[in-house]
């Protein structure tokens, strides 16, 4: 399978990072679910063959992180921290209004493709508790008109 | 014990190890060493060979000098001068209590209806350590068992995650068929086919399973452990010669295998056991085995009395030979030596005809000829795993030689053997090699042409991927290497052979093995199976008929009577089953096979399971085969034999030596056997052997073998130890005529086919039916 041109330069940059070609797998995988949009059968398969693996391989190591996934998620995904920092300023309830709004569980996607929906563990932002984190971007010191507001923004992107 | 435990080149480290001195190389494991000392700490995931897990906590000790602040796992520490270690403080045995109790946590104690119940580890840690209290009341989160292969089951909830499966599979097989997936509590054992699993079915994982998680198709709850006889014995199928341990128990047939595996470890192959080890025995429990003899009346085989068959066939053989009949005898690759040996004994001494071959699978007599006055170069199993480097020319060892191929594949792991693989095809092995060298198919005596020094083979050996200047480098670096083991296979013959072991002989401490097919194919050929050489390679005074021979007379209609051990001539060895119409066919075999329904007494014979007596593997290691149970109705070869010679009112004693000397003629008498008893009772004396009594004493067959046959010295009380013995190939083979000429027929098995057995055995067929049935599904896509 092809990925794009960025996706082939950091590979080869990488595989001399590293005294192993296995070593380069777990950031391979998120650059190339990154760009795919999840780790798909041909991912796996392609990184197999590249990195001289099993595909057994890959799914061992894959399945050990709850950040990479094997079915298409919406194009926004919606992370909400629900450990000990964010819960004690209201993150249970910013998870179940999202839940609520979105028509969606944990691990969800609407029908639209537009969104998904996470809980998700301590993401580092404890001091601007209840945070959420959609893909690569931060949203803090959230409350639930706040958090439609987030949500609103998506929408109309 | 692999490369951690040698400690090459490393000085000695005193320890103390619950106030005892302990010494042990710098740098072996804690475990290791004090395993070696005589105390035991107990592991899951610790196994010797495999690459270090530090999964399941359960060999923690104290280390107190040097101080380290908390509980150490002794299968991850490695020693030092000075280090003192508590392995049975009250702190650490209540460690490994929560351990087990963890473990317990989620386990669905089954114990009265699993497999391993019996010989179960986590059951005996149970029993140790006492977590007889669990603090864990949550409901248990089952799985159902899933059904892998044919022959792998795999049950999750019984699993502690130890990752010896998968390791074994991975480092050992280098098959990576098994992964764990997901994490913490979700961990799970995979397969690699999603469902199934895709691999060589050896079922090591299922043997270095430590619960009962995966258990064996054939054998899943059938009985308990402790309902079993286990007797270890000599695999019958390919010719490594690895030791299978048989769960035998009695039935109404007399006695039922229900299972093969390697636990009791003792044998050439350590932790190593295929497919046929482990699942083929099964052809001994089939309903069709004949367990009554046949004899043809009125055109009908008929069941008749051991006593009315054998007495036919008594009768007839002498008539023939009274009559100057020809007789042919053909004998098998899978008989003991004792058998074999006995068998040409009566063919020479009693038939009184050369005319005796087997299916011949590698030309042994060249082998012999070759290595003639230097018994130091023939290779044993035991040296493909320890030798520095191995060069393997033809053949495809992972299947038809799954324990030469498991001992190289491990050498190359464990103590860096340079591998170089020569062959037409890209074989599995070629992934251990340092050099893989592709020749045209069928060009394997032009490499052994080359090494051994003509520079003209060069062209015809040359390839897109190996040109004639990598063959010159590669002649270069082979000369070179220190104690190179060589391994060919059956496309090497005569010349071939010559020319490899010429080469040998040039690179310093090399060694030579040469790979037949079957259990006992080196050691038939050792007995002398052959028409034109006796036991021993000595030639005959005057050659008889070989395979090709008897079946022209047959179809001559000269052929007067047939007697045939363990092997199908009208099925694999090219008699037309109606050439045989004028010959008086006997037939020893344990199946109505195809010659078997054409013969004129059917005699059923025991298995290799169901006998005592010794095999000798290709390699020339020699290994006890131990009988497992008696199968009513049916009798050894080695019986059926003696029996046969009695109907024909010889006196047993010239076939079987029996008594202590009573018959001493002093050597008045003169010619071949004059005072053979008499010559093996002062050997029996001399050895401190007590004389033989019963006429169907195979053993006494090895007296003899020991005392006449060249490279069959060896030592007798290791041997009777379970151990594998080496015989030499010290033989009078160096007077081979040169174009002796051998006409093989190979049987080129799959691991998931056996020969003269596989057909025979449901397992073997229905994981070869799963593998078929796939390749359709793949195909049709």
Known sequence: MRFSDAFEARFTEMLTHYPTKRSVLVPTLLFAQDEVGYVSEDVIAELATRLELTTLDVRNVMSYYSMLVTKPRGKYNVQVCTNIACTLKGGDELLSHCAKRLGIGHKGTTADGQFSLEEVECIGACSWAPAIQVNYDFHENLDVPKMDAVLDGYAKK | ?781
């Open chain 2, 1 to 781: 014990m692999g490369t951690r435990g040698f400690g090459f080149g490393m000085a000695d480290a005193n320890i103390t190890v619950d106030g005892k001195k302990i010494t042990a190389p710098a740098g072996s494991l804690l475990i290791d060493a004090c395993k070696n000392a005589g105390i035991e700490i107990p592991s899951f995931c610790y196994y010797p060979n495999l690459s270090l897990q530090g999964a399941c906590r359960m060999c923690v000790v104290r280390v107190d000098a040097p101080k380290m602040p908390k509980l150490q796992t002794a299968c991850t520490t490695t020693i030092s001068d000075g280090m003192v270690v508590t392995t049975d403080s009250e702190e650490v045995k209540q460690s490994r209590k929560a351990v087990v109790e963890i473990l317990l946590g989620n386990h669905p104690l089954d114990c009265p209806v699993c497999d391993a119940g019996g010989q179960c580890e986590l059951q005996d840690m149970t029993f140790t350590y006492g977590a007889s209290e669990s603090r864990y009341v949550e409901p248990k989160n089952h799985k159902q068992e899933q059904q892998w292969s044919p022959v792998v089951f795999f049950d999750s909830p019984r699993c502690i995650l130890c990752y010896r499966c998968v390791r074994v599979c991975n480092e050992a097989m280098d098959v990576a068929a098994l992964g764990v997936e997901n994490r913490g509590v979700s961990s799970l054992i995979v397969p690699n086919g999603g469902d199934h699993l895709d691999c060589e079915e050896c079922g090591m994982c299922i043997d270095i399973c430590p619960v009962g998680a995966l258990t064996s198709g054939s054998y899943r709850y059938k009985t308990r452990p402790w309902e079993m006889n286990h007797v270890s014995t000599i695999c019958t199928h390919c010719g490594d010669g690895c030791k299978t341990t048989l769960g035998v128990r009695s039935s109404e047939a007399g006695m039922e295998i229900l299972r093969g595996d390697n636990r009791d470890k003792s044998g050439i192959n350590d932790d190593f056991l295929c497919i046929k080890g482990r699942y083929a025995f099964d052809f001994a429990n089939r309903e069709d085995r004949l367990r009554q003899p046949l004899v043809r009346k009125n055109g009908v085989l008929t069941a008749v009395t051991w006593e009315e068959a054998v007495t036919a066939v008594g009768d007839k053989f002498a008539e023939v030979k009274q009559s100057g009949g020809v007789f042919g005898v053909i004998g098998s690759p899978r008989s003991t030596n004792e058998e074999a040996y006995l068998l040409q004994k009566f063919a020479r001494s009693t038939l009184g005809t050369n005319n005796i071959d087997h299916q011949r699978t590698a030309d042994f007599p060249a082998f012999v000829s070759a290595l003639a006055g230097k018994p130091e170069m023939a290779g044993s199993m035991r040296d493909a795993y320890m030798v520095p480097a191995i060069l393997l020319l033809g053949g495809d060892a992972t299947d038809e030689h799954p324990l030469l191929a498991y001992q190289v594949r491990n050498n190359v792991r464990l103590h860096s053997a340079k591998l170089y693989v020569v062959n037409s095809q890209e074989i599995k092995l070629k992934r251990q090699a340092a050099e893989f060298a592709q020749i045209p198919a069928g060009t394997e005596s032009g490499v052994a042409a080359f090494l051994a020094g003509d520079d003209s083979a060069v062209a015809a050996i040359a390839t897109a991927i190996t040109s004639a200047d990598a063959w010159r480098a590669l002649r270069e670096t082979l000369r070179s290497a220190q104690n190179l083991l060589i391994a060919f296979s059956s496309d090497l013959q005569g010349d071939g052979i010559a020319n490899i072991a010429k080469f040998a002989g040039s690179v310093s401490g090399a060694k030579v093995i040469c790979l037949a097919d079957y259990a006992n194919s080196r050691g038939v050929a050792d007995m002398g199976l052959y028409p034109d050489l006796l036991p021993g390679y000595a030639s005959a005074a005057k050659a008889g008929l070989d395979l090709a021979g008897m079946s022209a007379a047959a179809q001559q209609g000269k052929l007067g009577a047939l007697l045939v051990v363990g092997a199908n001539p009208v099925y694999d060895l090219g008699f037309a089953a109606d050439s045989l119409n004028n010959t008086f066919v006997v037939v020893q075999d344990m199946f109505l096979t195809e010659t078997a329904a054409i013969a004129d007494v059917v005699l059923p014979s025991a298995s290799a399971y169901e006998t005592s007596g010794t095999f000798t593997n290709t390699s020339g290691d020699l290994q006890l085969v131990k009988k497992a149970g008696d199968l009513h109705g049916t009798k050894p070869d080695f019986e059926i034999i003696v029996r046969i010679a009695s109907a024909m009112g010889v006196d047993v004693s010239t076939l079987v030596p029996l008594g202590a000397g009573t018959t001493a003629d002093m050597g008045q008498s003169r010619g071949a056997q004059s005072g053979e008893a008499d010559r093996s009772a002062v050997y029996l004396q001399k050895q401190g052997l007590e004389a033989r009594v019963s006429p169907f004493d195979a053993a006494a067959l090895f007296d003899e073998i020991q005392r006449l046959v060249p490279g069959y010295d060896v030592s007798r009380m290791n041997l009777m130890a379970g151990n594998d013995v080496r015989t030499t190939t010290a033989g009078k083979a160096a007077a081979l005529p040169a174009s002796r000429g051998e006409s093989l027929r190979p049987a080129h098995d799959t691991l998931f086919s056996s020969g003269s057995l596989g057909r025979y055995s449901r397992v073997l067929n229905s994981v070869a039916e799963n593998r078929d049935s796939k390749l359709v599904e793949v195909a049709a896509d």
